[in-house]
């Protein structure tokens, strides 16, 4: 059974790294739900094969309208790591005051 824990990115690290393939959830965008708790999409971050040193958030909610679609623009990643990673500061930039809505999504399994 698949388990998931959301951590807001405010009380991560800002100094943590994350890898293509990392999820996200984003809360808050305006879906027309009875519950709260169902207004959000899900992202994946993802390599941009056609600009070098980028990484983006693609929509992967299931069943969803906006599923395949890009968030924003592309995220810079800091080429003197040496590795195609962004830290939860590189993201805070992308997403400014909306960073509050954001939550690192931790899949486990029973």
């Given at each position: 059974m698949k388990k998931i824990e959301l951590i807001p990115?405010?009380?991560?690290?800002?100094?943590?790294?994350?890898?293509?393939?990392?999820?996200?959830?984003?809360?808050?965008?305006g879906l027309n739900v009875k519950d709260e708790q169902d207004n959000y999409f899900d992202y994946m971050l993802v390599?941009?094969?056609?600009?070098?040193?980028?990484?983006?958030?693609v929509n992967i909610t299931e069943?969803?309208?906006?599923a395949g679609?890009?968030?924003?623009?592309?995220?810079?990643?800091?080429?003197?790591?040496?590795?195609?990673?962004?830290?939860?500061?590189d993201l805070k930039a992308v997403f400014g005051e909306e960073s509050k809505d954001w939550y690192l999504i931790k899949e486990s399994y029973e």
């Open positions: 990115l405010n009380k991560i690290n800002y100094r943590k790294e994350f890898w293509k393939g990392t999820k996200f959830r984003r809360y808050n965008v390599y941009v094969g056609w600009e070098m040193y980028s990484l983006m958030l069943n969803s309208y906006d679609f890009v968030y924003g623009s592309v995220i810079p990643v800091d080429e003197s790591l040496d590795r195609m990673v962004v830290r939860v500061k």
